[in-house]
């Protein structure tokens, strides 16, 4: 039996309490993942298994070598294709990790950044990655050492892939890879999306993609794992949340995040995090 590090057990948004935390994690089998977020960074090296990640409607069959880059609040799960040995290597990185490293004048986030713009969640080279290969053997070795600044060496390699990472990305956008995906869940999820702070109901957004609303009810679930309602109301609490956390009012937030009532949003978001929007 491989050897297995897991990650910690936490709620489907996530908590990380330090600027970063790296996992090495090896095992032939998959809890049911349910479809989840976090508030940070995630970045995933593939290593090997016969594995498909689904981030936001989209499918990504992975390959031994990917880079998987998911920002906060981006709906994703795993789904373990047959028993094997699913070996990966997950940094969940914080927005004052990027901060910290832009005192070098050195925006390490770039590559998320161009993620989304290429509307792709996975970075797949084909040649030019030996670099890369090669800090992975070195961070999957440190897991496994206690010698003189195994812990340092961690954050070292992590700091040196997403620089070879991001000047890899930047000088050939072509190593994003496409997804499977259906076109009208894709357009409805970027419909929401732009629309979060105005009202939305199942038969506008079907209107707006002139289909019929039960029968994007039903494809929007199968493709994604949510229902319609569900899917907006995490959004916006999410996006709530960001908005209180970068100085907004609980009642700027709540109507930012287009809630029409202010008791409606208290209740959604104590249910949510555990905690009211004051508190949070």
């Known amino acids: 039996m491989a050897d297995t590090f897991k990650i910690k057990d936490a709620p489907m948004l996530g908590y990380l309490n330090k600027d970063f935390e790296l996992f090495y994690i090896c095992e032939e089998s998959l809890p049911d993942f349910s479809y989840h977020y976090h508030d940070f960074y995630k970045l995933l090296i593939h290593m090997q298994g016969d594995v498909s990640y689904h981030i936001e409607g989209k499918e990504y069959a992975l390959q031994s070598g990917d880079t998987l880059l998911i920002s906060p609040g981006e709906i994703h799960k795993a789904e373990l294709k047959k028993a094997c040995c699913y070996e990966r290597i997950i940094a969940y990185i914080s927005e004052e990790f990027f901060k910290h490293e832009e005192a070098f004048n050195v925006d390490l986030k770039q590559c998320f950044v161009l993620a989304s713009e290429n509307k792709s969640h996975v970075a797949r080279f084909t040649k030019s990655s030996g670099s890369l290969s090669q800090i992975v053997r070195v961070l999957k070795s440190c897991f496994f050492s206690k010698d003189f600044g195994s812990e340092l060496l961690k954050k070292v390699k992590l700091e040196e892939y997403m620089i070879i990472l991001n000047r890899l990305l930047l000088s050939d956008n072509d190593t994003f ?10 357009e409805a999820l970027d419909y929401i999306n732009n629309n979060l702070n105005k009202e939305l109901s199942i038969e506008s957004i079907a209107s707006s993609l002139y289909v019929n609303p039960s029968y994007l009810m039903h494809l929007f679930k199968d493709e994604t794992g949510y229902t319609i309602g569900r899917y907006i109301s995490e959004k916006r609490l999410f996006l709530a949340s960001q908005y209180i ?14 809630y029409q009532n202010y008791g409606t949003f208290y209740y959604a978001y104590k249910k949510r995090y555990g905690v009211s929007p004051k508190n949070h």
Do not use: D, Q, R, W
């Open 177 to 186: 890879i496409s997804a499977t995906s259906n076109p009208k869940v894709i």
């Open 245 to 258: 956390a970068n100085g907004k009012t609980m009642t700027e937030a709540c109507y930012l995040s287009g």
